[in-house]
């Protein structure tokens, strides 16, 4: 049975930090590229970052030079650190995993909320 457990998430104020923990259970971790995607409410799921299993990352634009994904092999699990926090980061946030040759099934994790407030 394939599960993606995320931690970290909770209340941050602006400027401030959190790291969110996905740990990987089920799946040949290394055959899978990872990535993390976020969902405010009302608006539609994004892709934040991904990182391939050689450890290569991409970012989308609104997070460049203030989030990190990060991944440890031996420990199945990936990590989006974050910084600089902005109320606009707001969402709930999801793991994902995409098996990188496209002959496997995919899996999401069951979210964690990040809320940047004051």
């Known amino acids: 049975q394939v599960q993606l457990v995320e931690s970290g998430g909770g209340l941050v104020q602006p400027g401030g930090s959190l790291r969110l923990s996905c740990s990987a259970s089920g799946i040949i971790f290394t055959m899978y590229r990872m990535a993390w995607h976020r969902q405010a409410p009302g608006k539609r799921r994004e892709l934040v970052a991904t990182i391939t299993s050689a450890g290569t990352p991409v970012y989308t634009d609104s997070v460049k030079g203030r989030f990190t994904i990060s991944r440890d092999n031996a420990k199945n699990t990936v990590y989006l650190q974050m910084n600089s926090l902005k109320p606009e980061d707001t969402a709930v946030y999801y793991c994902?995993?995409?098996?990188?040759?496209?002959?496997?099934?995919?899996?999401w994790g069951q979210g964690t909320q990040v809320t940047v407030s004051s």
């Open positions: 994902y995993a995409e098996h990188r040759n496209g002959a496997g099934a995919n899996y």
